[in-house]
């Protein structure tokens, strides 16, 4: 198989994640040794790098430089979320051919694999010689063909310990905690809250995602079942629940008190205002019942209530899964393989061999089968109530994450009794 | 010294910390191998189990389970914020008595340190021998006699973490992030959001913390600057923010809006209600004012803003500071020897003898020393602006918060040039 001679481009789009580097230095270590490959550019700013010239010589960081980008979250290729036009896509064909560029790789979600699916066409059109491949990545995990992404683990890790230490927090007072996690259709990451659990007591107690209908009523109950079971009671939501319309949790809970801002947007997400409403209203319904219960004895309970939104730290805290990165990095070298081997064009996912021993494997699926798309939790990860996880999710997701610090617990079992 | 035989009990109070396990560990691990001990009791939820005669046999824990424990992030003693009535004072006497306990160790904050200090102007009265001794903890870190506090330096690495990764993921994309952080009256922990930086131009680009008087307008003007320089703003603030009279900001910023809850409680801290409405007004002003510039070209400029509020996330991650570790245990043993060679009360403090090589040592001070007083961050930590942390405080924190994930920056000078 002859490989083609001429420069490479990486590139990297959309959010970032904590292993996202890793996705294109495993593609430049892969081809820095290969003779026919002349040049390997770094496109900043994802394609807009392109579109204006503006390549950094990857070449010439030196393999050291790179491994340690590679453990640096976030891109150090920086970002954009610009989907390109048709004249855009002709102008890219053109700074390609100025360069000599024939292989180029985009790490990115579901757009970027669209985009290079455009951008591959066009090439096809016009008879120019491109290779063009897609890394996957992204912290929500929603796409096709992937068992997970590069990126999801090292979030989930950081969301299950985040969740493992608010339930230790939660315990001291008791009380209600309820964390609102990344993830606006796919409730992978939300899910990941379970997976540090440390006791079947342990929180959190109920998980909602965005594959089920969100019902503010029940919801209430569901915590409310919690609390007169252990006297406390944390729960993780994602940001994208939704009624069964269809309509923002938000949106309901805010009824008339959502303003628009002076420019007229309503923020839905990205804020904390979903978890505060949350909280706010399991409180008073709380308190409400708490009081008509304990009307006799003319006391008034206060319940401690806390929300906390977990934000951009999710997908940038610096603590990368030990699966995520060497899986990432691998995957980014298996798409320089695939592309030497004399393949025209893909995606590279990763699907599971088995969970325990955990094992998996890499392969190379068509851009489209990918682009577009969204992946969701599968059925047999969500309880039949709909607030809760399975041990399917659990066995699921352990492997990933990689080993947590062990947390001991006091034998409580062991009281001192006054003779 | 005779050492008066008896048993000893411990408990935590107020917010926990990554560490606060760590600290009556250390006192039970000194305390059972001494004869005279006769038993070592866990107090469970701070001085409501001393009430309820709710004691953890801790010497039948067994070392190995205790050392797991003090690995273990938030008390499993677990807490409370009860604050003792006089009547109440006298009935944890009995019980004292009823139990022979000459030894109290409480774990906690200044309330604590408070608490202690009456039971033991109540003990003297009645001539009760006993001891007792306030080992300090608070994440905050606004103690007095303290260097710093037990919990401080894992809360603080925590945020120095948050900080520097989503420094990194702001670049990406450029535009503004506003971080709230922990710290009502004292800016230690919002400060710490500067330790992890890795470069001159990484963020937190500003630092507002309680100790001087924020002007949103000037707050306003500050990004704008930092803005035109780099693209980006990253933005560190206490949640404990304040105008020159004292007003709390996000009552001035939410004016007319902030509704009372059903209980009639307007809550002003523990939401994410301060970061939503710092970046809401920033992103509005610096929007207008780019557009103002821009308006000779007809287009209208879209700003990146993103807020976060750290939340409970920061004193329970499971990532404690080995220096944290290190030194919690050793004052909880400390605070051991300080009982046993017949001192009658007091706090242990630690004080800082050199910043490199790090150094420290752990004093005997009075209970009056730390009671009901709040250390603030020293003037000579805070910029003459009053809107960043100095030099001098970077020295002061890089030592406690333990060396972070290093990072790998991309060499941009080596652009491709086409010939």
Redesign the interface.
Known sequence: MKIIQGNAVVFTQGG?T?VINASWVGVVLELINVPEIT?V??S?NGIDGVLN?????LR??GEE?????????????????HKPKDEENRKMLEVFK??NIRYVFGAGGNDTSESLDIINDAAKDQGYELRLFHVAKTVDNDLMENDHTPGYASAARYVA??F???D??N???GGL?LGVCMGRHAGFLTAASALGRTTPESGPHLVYVPERAFNIDQFCQDVETVYHKYGRCVVAVSEGVEDKNGVPILQLLSEG?L?A???GNVQLS????L??ALI?KV??YL?DRLNAHSKEKGVSKKLRA????????Q?????QSPVDYEETLSLGKFAARMAMEGNIDGSVAIQRISDSPYQSEFKLVPLKAVAGKTRHLPDGHINAEGNNVTEAFIRWGKPLIGE?????????T???I?K
Chains 1, 2 share one sequence.
């Open positions: 970032p904590a040049g550019y770094g900043l010239e503006n390549f950094v010589d010439a960081q430089r790179l491994i340690a980008v590679s453990r640096t979250p976030a891109t150090a290729l920086l970002s954009t979320r100025k360069y310990n985040a493992r230490g608010v230790m927090d315990q001291c007072f905690y008190k303003d801002d002076s420019h990205g804020t904390g205002a978890a505060d706010d409180k008073n308190t806390r929300g906390d939104t977990l934000g951009y730290i997908r940038s805290f610096p603590d947590l610090n062990p947390f001991g617990l006091l034998d409580t062991k009281m001192v006054k």
